[in-house]
C-alpha cells in the first residue's frame, strides 16, 4: 500500500476520533458552576463590572474570579450565544448539549493542533508529505474524553466550566507563544510588525486575566528562560565575549519587550487574584508542600496512562542517547525533552503557591495537571516521530509495533462508557420541567440539575430558572427542588 494511502488513514483516525470525542461530549451533564458565571449570579458579577480589579487596589476588595474577566466574559457570550443559534435546528434541551460538546471538542482538537504545530517546528528534519497527520495519530490515543484514564489524562473536563477555564485558556497561551517558540526553534531574532504586536498585546492581556493556569505557565517558562539566558551569558563571558547582551539567538529587543510587557500584566494579575474570595483556605505554605508529595505520587499511580507514558519517554531518550547516531536533530531533540522535563518540574514545584481547592485536597488534577500533560505529549509526540524516521530494519518494526499496541491500549480505555456520567436523567428533568404547568415544580432526587448537589430548597433554584428560561427550556420562570 502506497503511503498517499496510509496517509488517508490516518485522516479516516483523525476525523473518527474527532467524531466519537463529540458524541461523548454530547453525553456529559452540565455542571453546577456554569449557570452562576452565565447569568451571572450576585457573586460573579463584580469581576464583570471590574475587569482589571481597581477595587482591589483602591478599596482592598475581595470578591469572587479578581483575575478571571475573561473566562468569565468568555463562558457568558458564549453560553447566552450559541444554544439560541442552534435552536433554530434543535430543540432548546438539545442545543444546551451541542453547545457544551461543540466546544469541549474544538478545544481538544485546538490543543491537538497547536501540540502538532509546536512538535514540527521542534523538528529540524524537512518536513514531508503527511507529517502532521502522522503526529496527530500519535498524539489522538493519549488524549482521553472521559473513559477509563480520563480522571489522569483528560485535557478537556467533564464540566464545560473547567474546560473555558483550564484547556481553553491554553489554546490561548500556545497561540500567543507561538512566534516566540518559532523564533527561538529557528534561532532568529524575533521580528514582528507593528499590527502582530499589537495583537499580541491585546492577547497577553487576555491571557494574563483570564484563569489561574496561564499565569502559573507564564511564570515557569519566564523562570527558564531567565535561567538560559543567565547561562548562556556567563557562558560567553567566561569565553571573554559580551555580558549582558539581549540580541542572543532569537531573544532580541523586541522579544526581550513583550515579554517583559506579558510577565507585567501576569505578576498584576496574581496580585490582584490574591483578593479572590474562592482562594480561602487555613493551610499555611509549608503545609501546602507537606501535600504536594502525596498528591504527586496519587496522582502519577492513579491510572497506569501516565506511568506507561513516562517509561516510553525513558525508553526514548536511552534509543536517543545509545542508538540514534549522533547530529544536531538528535541534539535538538534531547534538548527539547530536557526542557520539557525542566519545565514539568519547575511547575510542579510551584503548585502549592495556588493550586490548592476543598474540591482538590492534593494540589494535583487533571485540571492543574494540565500543563504536565502538555509538557509529556509534546516530549513523547517530538521522541517518538523522530525516532520513527531514525531507526532502520528490524528495530524500527518492532518500535512501531509498540507504538501502535500502546496506543491501541489508550485508545481502547477510553471507549469505557461511565453511565454515573451521562445527562440522560437530567434531560429527562429538564423536559419535565419543561412541560410543568406549575410554578414550582417537584423534580427527580436521582441525579442533579444544573447544579453540583441535588435542591432541596425551591427558593435556591431562582439563578437556573433564570438561565433556563433565557435558553427557552421553560416558557416562564419556574422553581424547582428535587425530593
Given at each position: 500500500m502506497?503511503?498517499?494511502?496510509?496517509i488517508?488513514l490516518?485522516?479516516?483516525?483523525?476525523?473518527s476520533?474527532?467524531?466519537f470525542?463529540?458524541?461523548?461530549?454530547y453525553?456529559?451533564p452540565?455542571?453546577?458552576?456554569l449557570?452562576?458565571?452565565?447569568?451571572?449570579?450576585?457573586?460573579?458579577t463584580q469581576?464583570i463590572?471590574?475587569p482589571?480589579?481597581?477595587?482591589v487596589?483602591?478599596?482592598n476588595a475581595?470578591?469572587?474570579?479578581?483575575?478571571?474577566?475573561?473566562?468569565h466574559a468568555?463562558?457568558?457570550?458564549y453560553?447566552?450565544?450559541?444554544p439560541?443559534?442552534?435552536?433554530?435546528l434543535?430543540d432548546p434541551?438539545s442545543?444546551?448539549?451541542?453547545?457544551s460538546a461543540?466546544?469541549?471538542?474544538l478545544?481538544q482538537a485546538?490543543?491537538?493542533?497547536?501540540?502538532v504545530?509546536?512538535?514540527q517546528?521542534?523538528?529540524s528534519k524537512?518536513?514531508?508529505y503527511?507529517?502532521?497527520?502522522?503526529?496527530t495519530a500519535?498524539?489522538i490515543?493519549?488524549c482521553?474524553?472521559?473513559?477509563?484514564?480520563?480522571?489522569?489524562?483528560g485535557i478537556t473536563?467533564r464540566?464545560?466550566?473547567y474546560?473555558f477555564?483550564?484547556?481553553?485558556?491554553v489554546?490561548?497561551?500556545?497561540v500567543?507563544l507561538?512566534?516566540?517558540y518559532?523564533a527561538a526553534c529557528r534561532q532568529?531574532p524575533l521580528?514582528?510588525?507593528w499590527l502582530r504586536?499589537?495583537?499580541?498585546?491585546?492577547?497577553m492581556?487576555?491571557?494574563a486575566?483570564?484563569g489561574p493556569i496561564?499565569?502559573?505557565i507564564?511564570?515557569?517558562?519566564?523562570?527558564?528562560i531567565?535561567?538560559?539566558?543567565?547561562?548562556?551569558q556567563?557562558?560567553g563571558?567566561?569565553?571573554g565575549?559580551?555580558?549582558?547582551?539581549?540580541?542572543?539567538?532569537?531573544?532580541?529587543?523586541?522579544?526581550?519587550l513583550?515579554?517583559g510587557i506579558?510577565?507585567?500584566?501576569?505578576v498584576y494579575?496574581?496580585?490582584i487574584?490574591?483578593?479572590?474570595?474562592?482562594n480561602?483556605?487555613?493551610?499555611t505554605l509549608?503545609?501546602?508542600?507537606?501535600?504536594?508529595?502525596?498528591g504527586?505520587?496519587?496522582y502519577?499511580?492513579y491510572q497506569?496512562?501516565?506511568?506507561i507514558?513516562?517509561?516510553?519517554?525513558?525508553?526514548?531518550?536511552a534509543?536517543?542517547?545509545w542508538?540514534?547516531?549522533p547530529s544536531p536533530?538528535r541534539?535538538?531533540?534531547?534538548?527539547a525533552?530536557?526542557?520539557?522535563?525542566l519545565?514539568i518540574?519547575?511547575y510542579v514545584?510551584?503548585?502549592p503557591?495556588g493550586?490548592y481547592?476543598?474540591y482538590?485536597?492534593?494540589l494535583l488534577?487533571?485540571?492543574?495537571a494540565?500543563?504536565i500533560l502538555?509538557?509529556s505529549?509534546?516530549?513523547?509526540?517530538?521522541s517518538?516521530?523522530f525516532?520513527?524516521r531514525?531507526?532502520?530494519?528490524r528495530?524500527?518494526g518492532?518500535?512501531?509495533?509498540?507504538i501502535?499496541?500502546?496506543?491501541c491500549f489508550?485508545s481502547?480505555?477510553?471507549?469505557?462508557?461511565?453511565?454515573?456520567?451521562?445527562?440522560n436523567c437530567e434531560?429527562w428533568?429538564?423536559d419535565?420541567?419543561?412541560?410543568?404547568?406549575e410554578p414550582?415544580?417537584a423534580?427527580s432526587p436521582?441525579?442533579t440539575?444544573?447544579?453540583?448537589?441535588?435542591?432541596t430548597d425551591?427558593?435556591?433554584?431562582?439563578?437556573?430558572?433564570q438561565?433556563?428560561?433565557?435558553?427557552?427550556?421553560t416558557t416562564?420562570?419556574?422553581l424547582y427542588?428535587?425530593?
Amino acid at each position: 500500500m502506497s503511503k498517499r494511502y496510509w496517509i488517508w488513514l490516518l485522516v479516516l483516525f483523525a476525523v473518527s476520533d474527532l467524531a466519537f470525542t463529540f458524541w461523548r461530549n454530547y453525553q456529559l451533564p452540565l455542571d453546577g458552576d456554569l449557570v452562576a458565571i452565565v447569568l451571572p449570579a450576585s457573586w460573579y458579577t463584580q469581576v464583570i463590572h471590574d475587569p482589571f480589579g481597581w477595587t482591589v487596589l483602591t478599596n482592598n476588595a475581595v470578591y469572587g474570579g479578581t483575575n478571571r474577566f475573561f473566562a468569565h466574559a468568555e463562558m457568558g457570550v458564549y453560553w447566552k450565544t450559541v444554544p439560541r443559534l442552534l435552536q433554530h435546528l434543535i430543540d432548546p434541551i438539545s442545543s444546551l448539549y451541542t453547545a457544551s460538546a461543540l466546544f469541549n471538542t474544538l478545544t481538544q482538537a485546538a490543543l491537538i493542533f497547536l501540540l502538532v504545530k509546536y512538535i514540527q517546528a521542534g523538528s529540524s528534519k524537512p518536513r514531508e508529505y503527511g507529517d502532521f497527520w502522522i503526529v496527530t495519530a500519535l498524539l489522538i490515543p493519549l488524549c482521553q474524553t472521559a473513559g477509563g484514564f480520563y480522571e489522569q489524562v483528560g485535557i478537556t473536563d467533564r464540566a464545560i466550566t473547567y474546560t473555558f477555564f483550564y484547556g481553553f485558556a491554553v489554546v490561548l497561551l500556545l497561540v500567543l507563544l507561538w512566534p516566540f517558540y518559532l523564533a527561538a526553534c529557528r534561532q532568529k531574532p524575533l521580528r514582528l510588525s507593528w499590527l502582530r504586536v499589537i495583537l499580541l498585546v491585546g492577547l497577553m492581556v487576555v491571557v494574563a486575566f483570564n484563569g489561574p493556569i496561564d499565569t502559573a505557565i507564564v511564570a515557569v517558562l519566564l523562570l527558564c528562560i531567565i535561567g538560559h539566558w543567565a547561562w548562556q551569558q556567563a557562558q560567553g563571558w567566561r569565553q571573554g565575549g559580551a555580558w549582558l547582551t539581549l540580541n542572543n539567538g532569537w531573544l532580541s529587543r523586541q522579544a526581550v519587550l513583550l515579554l517583559g510587557i506579558l510577565a507585567s500584566l501576569c505578576v498584576y494579575s496574581l496580585y490582584i487574584g490574591r483578593n479572590n474570595i474562592e482562594n480561602s483556605h487555613t493551610f499555611t505554605l509549608a503545609q501546602l508542600y507537606q501535600l504536594l508529595p502525596i498528591g504527586v505520587v496519587r496522582y502519577f499511580l492513579y491510572q497506569p496512562e501516565l506511568p506507561i507514558l513516562w517509561l516510553i519517554l525513558l525508553g526514548n531518550y536511552a534509543l536517543l542517547r545509545w542508538v540514534v547516531a549522533p547530529s544536531p536533530a538528535r541534539q535538538q531533540v534531547l534538548l527539547a525533552m530536557g526542557w520539557a522535563g525542566l519545565f514539568i518540574a519547575a511547575y510542579v514545584l510551584l503548585l502549592p503557591l495556588g493550586g490548592y481547592r476543598s474540591y482538590r485536597p492534593n494540589l494535583l488534577r487533571n485540571d492543574t495537571a494540565l500543563p504536565i500533560l502538555l509538557g509529556s505529549f509534546f516530549a513523547y509526540g517530538l521522541s517518538t516521530y523522530f525516532l520513527l524516521r531514525q531507526l532502520k530494519g528490524r528495530l524500527w518494526g518492532s518500535y512501531l509495533l509498540l507504538i501502535c499496541l500502546v496506543g491501541c491500549f489508550f485508545s481502547s480505555a477510553d471507549l469505557i462508557l461511565n453511565t454515573t456520567q451521562t445527562n440522560n436523567c437530567e434531560r429527562w428533568s429538564l423536559d419535565q420541567l419543561g412541560r410543568a404547568k406549575e410554578p414550582v415544580v417537584a423534580l427527580s432526587p436521582y441525579c442533579t440539575v444544573l447544579t453540583w448537589t441535588p435542591i432541596t430548597d425551591y427558593t435556591q433554584s431562582d439563578i437556573n430558572a433564570q438561565m433556563l428560561f433565557y435558553w427557552g427550556v421553560t416558557t416562564e420562570k419556574k422553581l424547582y427542588y428535587q425530593k
